[in-house]
């Protein structure tokens, strides 16, 4: 976001109020450090993540890295043509990362497309571009998609993937680079507030077994899955359920595959290839009740995956994607999902709380937000505003939610319109 400024004076002011802040973001995973880029590429020198685990070691090193623009409300279109942006820039100046632009497709029977002509023309109206296939239409420009004639292909063509594996240590060490400084295996245990302001955060180091203080100017909480054990000692949660995320990976082919990535409404999961040749599917079919977590010790390789998913993924794709019958399946990884009550990331200042932002609950798209949502809650935490309209992602939306009923309620992932990548 472009600073506007009317003199030299007003620029000295700003440089004055941010260039010495302190800020400390907690949460390391690609939401956290993309946060950490934009602030660096601001100018703010003075940047510490706070990590409980090992960098990327939540959900970010678990997920399928898939994106398009092609979303389903105003915001989160302009959101996702930025974040491809981003990633186009990123795949330039982060050593040892692609983006890989196959193109995304979002795959659907005749019905559910013909439901989805106004949302089209929301497409048409702000820039996102597209195309249809139908049919053998599908396997004529993707030779490992197979479909029924009724089944139809919105493509957006500048979508794709990242590999969590390459883009994580690459952003890392960018990040460093520009100063950030990293502690890792240290958790949060309490804040530091001077009267409704935050100033700073009290960790306990699991390296040195010993407590440490940071002072900040301000505090970003990037911790997704975890936020509301995070805010447990703060008057404000987040209406949010997480739901465990699977995905399964095959030994790799012989040969370079021919398919975009799919996010594929048919089958409620999603496929793609991968970097080295193999394919990768996800799925929540199973329709999982949403997952507690209960403490502040919970670490992501608790979690195990739905015993009938992979079964479930045999049978669809040997359809969608013939070639991966009879394939050995190499590996799985199995993460957490958050998802709001409303669907939509929660990116902006804590209400009554100065100084303290949150960036977190993307549903299923939280590796496809992150160069976006990094610079959306750093120009919050600048400059008071951001560069496009996000006020629907603000925690403000849910101060008068009944928050706490909708916490102490189970809910099943088909409850909440989430729409995956």
């Not at 949660?237 to 739901?243: A, D, L």
């Not at 009554?352 to 977190?360: A, Q, R």
Request: glycine residues 6%.
């Amino acid at each position: 976001m472009a600073l506007q400024v009317k003199s030299k004076d007003l620029i000295l002011k700003w440089e004055l109020t941010n260039m010495g802040k302190k800020i400390v973001i907690i949460g390391g995973g690609v939401v956290g450090m993309s946060t950490a880029f934009h602030l660096a590429n601001n100018g703010i020198k003075d940047i510490t993540i706070i990590e409980k685990d090992s960098i990327g070691s939540g959900s970010s090193s678990q997920a399928a890295g898939i994106v398009t623009c092609l979303q389903w409300n105003a915001t989160s279109v302009v959101a996702r043509m930025k974040t491809l942006d981003l990633f186009e820039n990123f795949s330039k100046v982060l050593d040892g990362y692609t983006f890989q632009q196959v193109g995304c497709l979002n795959l659907s029977t005749k019905s559910d497309y013909d439901k989805g002509s106004d949302l089209r023309k929301l497409h048409d109206r702000l820039g996102a571009k597209y195309e249809t296939y139908v049919g053998k239409e599908l396997t004529e420009k993707f030779s490992d998609v197979k479909t029924t004639d009724d089944e139809y292909g919105v493509l957006d063509p500048r979508g794709g993937y990242s590999e969590a594996h390459t883009y994580i240590p690459a952003l890392r060490k960018k990040i460093e680079n520009m100063g950030v400084k990293i502690q890792e295996y240290e958790q949060v245990n309490n804040f530091i507030f001077k009267g409704n302001r935050i100033s700073g955060i009290i960790t306990y180091s699991k390296t040195d077994n010993a407590e440490r203080k940071y002072l900040a100017d301000d505090v970003v909480c990037a911790v997704n899955a975890w936020t509301n054990i995070l805010l447990d000692s703060i008057d404000f949660k987040v209406p949010m359920k997480n739901f465990i995320h699977e995905r399964f990976v095959t030994e790799p082919f012989d040969r370079e595959l021919s398919l975009p990535a799919i996010n594929d409404r048919v089958y409620q999961s999603y496929v793609r290839g991968t970097e080295d040749n193999r394919i990768l599917v996800g799925t929540s079919q199973h329709n999982p009740e949403n997952f507690l977590i209960n403490d502040r010790d919970f670490n992501i390789e608790e979690l195990k995956p739905h015993h009938d998913a992979l079964d479930f993924l045999k049978e669809s794709f040997q359809h969608r994607v013939p070639i991966i019958k009879d394939k050995k399946w190499d590996y799985h990884t199995v993460g957490l999902i958050s998802v709001t009550a409303d669907a939509t990331p929660v990116i902006g200042p804590v209400p009554n709380i100065e100084g303290f932002y949150l960036c977190s609950n993307f549903h299923s798209g939280g590796f496809a937000y992150n160069p976006v949502a990094g610079l959306l809650v750093t120009e919050h935490l600048l400059f008071g505003k951001t560069s496009i309209d996000s006020d629907s992602y603000l925690p403000s939306r849910f101060k008068d939610f009944k928050t706490k009923l909708y916490l102490d309620k189970t809910h099943k992932l088909e409850d909440l319109e989430v729409k995956r990548h």
